[in-house]
């Protein structure tokens, strides 16, 4: 079972960076990636960015040219890097495992669930 906790969120204000990780553990027999997702308070939970394991990454427009996400060789440990952080970027931040039951994906949304970290706040002050 693949385990996700993430760290990293915080307080900073507008403009300011934060850099999130995600740590996963556990087994995977395949997947198709993973992602940052976030929910803010009376909003339902959005994609925000995600990567394959062949370094395919995407972006939700919004967050476009100031968000980068990342991981490591082992991809074991996933990275968002937030730069001129805006007040709307105010959300609770969950990292997902994008799994399959095929041995090899090559296309994030083609999983066939997700498994969530249990989410780190990020606030931003005008």
């Known amino acids: 079972q693949v385990h996700l906790v993430e760290s990293g969120g915080g307080s900073v204000q507008a403009g300011g960076s934060l850099k999130l990780s995600c740590v996963r553990s556990?087994?995977?027999?395949?997947?198709?990636?993973m992602g940052w997702y976030r929910q803010a308070p009376g909003k339902e939970r959005e994609l925000v960015s995600s990567?394959?394991?062949?370094?395919?990454?995407t972006y939700a427009d919004s967050v476009k040219g100031r968000f980068t996400i990342s991981q490591d060789h082992a991809q074991t440990t996933l990275f968002l890097q937030m730069n001129s952080l805006k007040t709307e970027d105010t959300a609770v931040y969950y990292c997902?495992?994008?799994?399959?039951?095929?041995?090899?994906?090559?296309?994030?949304?083609?999983?066939?669930?997700?498994?969530w970290g249990q989410g780190t706040q990020v606030t931003v002050s005008s």
């Open positions: 990567i394959t394991k062949y370094n395919v990454a």
């Open positions: 556990g087994y995977i027999y395949s997947s198709c990636g």
């Open positions: 997902a495992a994008a799994l399959t039951y095929e041995k090899s994906c090559t296309n994030y949304n083609d999983y066939a669930e997700l498994a």
